[in-house]
């Protein structure tokens, strides 16, 4: 990734984007695997607010393509959404922010 992109979609800089790999090992964060990571985010756009705000809020962590789809599909695996559902709540990015 570069700076570019991550400041135009995410509001994050590269150096945030790596110190948030470091803290997670570079592992997902809900699998602790380490496959493709991809960052993770929110899908709120703005706080309407704050006008033009809180793009750095929207990053919750790096996961791996298998738990991102995981989220978004249906599956009823307890174990797996308990370590989701901690995820969410206590996203490691807000260690960071």
């Known amino acids: 990734m570069t700076n570019k992109y991550l400041l135009d ?5 590269l150096v945030e984007y790596n110190q948030l790999g470091k803290l997670q090992k570079w592992l997902c964060a809900i699998c602790g695997k380490k496959y493709r990571l991809n ?8 706080d309407k607010k704050q006008p033009g705000s809180a793009k750095r809020y929207k990053v919750r962590g790096l996961i ?9 599909s249906r599956h009823k ?21």
């Not at 979609?9 to 800089?13: A, D, E, I, L, N």
């Not at 791996?64 to 978004?72: D, F, M």
């Not at 307890?78 to 807000?94: F, G, I, N, Q, V």
Request: glycine content about 2%; charged content about 35%.
């Open 9 to 13: 979609k995410y509001g994050w800089t």
């Open 39 to 46: 960052l993770d985010h929110e899908h709120l756009l703005k």
């Open 64 to 72: 791996c393509w298998k738990c991102n789809k995981y989220l978004i």
């Open 77 to 97: 695996d307890s174990r797996m959404l308990r370590k989701a559902t901690e995820y969410l709540d206590c996203p490691p990015a807000r260690k960071i922010i």
